[in-house]
């Protein structure tokens, strides 16, 4: 900003205005000088110097500015040409203690080598992705959540398992639909969404609740004890599996033990899921090894009850209000599968 004169009446001005004229005619001049220019001449293969900017022309002119760097007041610019690699080395010096040098390379192409500089100059932002998140009327809280520590090396299939509610005259009835490669396996249908009776399960997509079905799944103890049946209600047990809140960690989410019977048609086993750990925000959480999986209770990994620690045998995960996927990594018969999922789905959690 330029100082403001202000002259009296007399046509001369005073000792006073002059000298500070002086002043603001020296700080213009200080400022001109910030800045230098150099020019070459490829013929006779040598530099010129004048003030302000720096040119150095190769086919058409271009121009580049030095960096006035702050706290500067005294600057001394030497410039080494090299015939072999036609770079150019600036070296910038200034009286403070520090100092800043660069390595420039001109070419023919000045704007690509000026959009390299500044790209590298630019820093690189991590983007962290957003949680997945659906909400669900049928969910509790607290929720285990998806964690990606490792990928997964088992070898592994997943199967699915839907929920569509029908309405009618006689009201509404909740169908469960369990899928491998998008192929329909097993069909359960059920009255209500925590139902209390038994629940017949049929092969294929087609189920009738009076009709013939292959197998029975019993729920008792509110909903939160199932039994699987060959047939009818008083056929032959293949699976049992139960709920179980400790009341000496109510803090923790319920776990589930499942026993699978010989008499499914393969050797007798027993599994309980994994206790899940609290993440600094209050979140339970379980490693799903990269699989896609939404907050819920109904998120679970079945390890063998004898071997806590083990690998996982069984994982479900929430995708969907709807839905959910099951991960097997063991040999287990495809209806057992499906019982365990069709439990933890119509289980009571709380």
Not at 18 to 42: F, G, H, N, P
Not at 158 to 171: D, E, L, M, Q
Not at 197 to 213: A, E, L, R, T, V
Request: proline share 5%; with cysteine; glycine share 4%.
């Amino acid at each position: 900003m330029r100082p403001t004169i202000v002259f009296s009446s007399s046509s001369y001005a005073s000792d006073d205005e002059v000298e500070i004229k002086k002043a603001a005619s020296s700080k213009r001049e200080t400022q001109k000088k910030q800045q230098v220019k150099i020019s070459l001449d490829q013929e006779t293969d040598s530099f010129s110097y004048s003030d302000n900017f720096i040119v150095i022309p190769q086919g058409k002119p271009k121009t580049a500015t030095l960096p006035q760097k702050q706290g500067t007041t005294k600057t001394n610019s030497s410039i080494n040409k090299s015939r072999n690699t036609g770079k150019i080395n600036i070296k910038i010096e200034s009286d403070n203690d520090e100092s800043d040098s660069g390595n420039y390379s001109r070419s023919s192409n000045t704007e690509k080598d000026d959009k390299n500089i500044t790209e590298k100059s630019e820093p690189k932002m991590k983007i962290k992705p957003a949680h997945n998140s659906e909400l669900n009327d049928d969910d509790d809280l607290p929720p285990i959540v998806l964690v990606n520590n490792q990928a997964n090396t088992i070898p592994q299939v997943t199967f699915a398992v839907s929920r569509k509610i029908k309405s009618s005259i006689r009201g509404k009835r909740f169908y469960y639909y369990f899928y491998s490669d998008s192929n329909p396996l097993f069909c359960a249908k059920a009255k209500s969404r925590h139902p209390t009776s038994h629940i017949p399960i049929c092969k294929g997509d087609q189920i009738h609740m009076k009709g013939k079905h292959e197998y029975t799944f019993l729920v008792g103890n509110d909903s939160t004890f199932f039994s699987l049946r060959k047939g009818k209600s008083s056929g032959d047990e293949l699976l049992a599996m139960n709920i179980v809140l400790d009341s000496s960690l109510l803090m923790l989410p319920r776990h589930i033990d499942v026993q699978i019977f010989e008499k499914i048609g393969i050797p007798p086993i027993s599994l309980t899921t994994k206790r899940p750990k609290m993440s600094t925000r209050g979140d339970w959480t379980l490693d799903f090894h990269n699989k896609f999986t939404i907050p819920s209770e109904k998120n679970a990994i079945f390890v063998l009850l004898n071997d806590k620690e083990g690998p996982d045998l069984l994982v479900t995960r929430k995708i969907s209000g709807s839905g959910m996927e099951i991960d097997l990594c063991t040999n287990l018969p495809e209806i057992a599968v499906f019982a365990i999922g069709l439990g933890i789905f119509i289980a009571k959690l709380r």
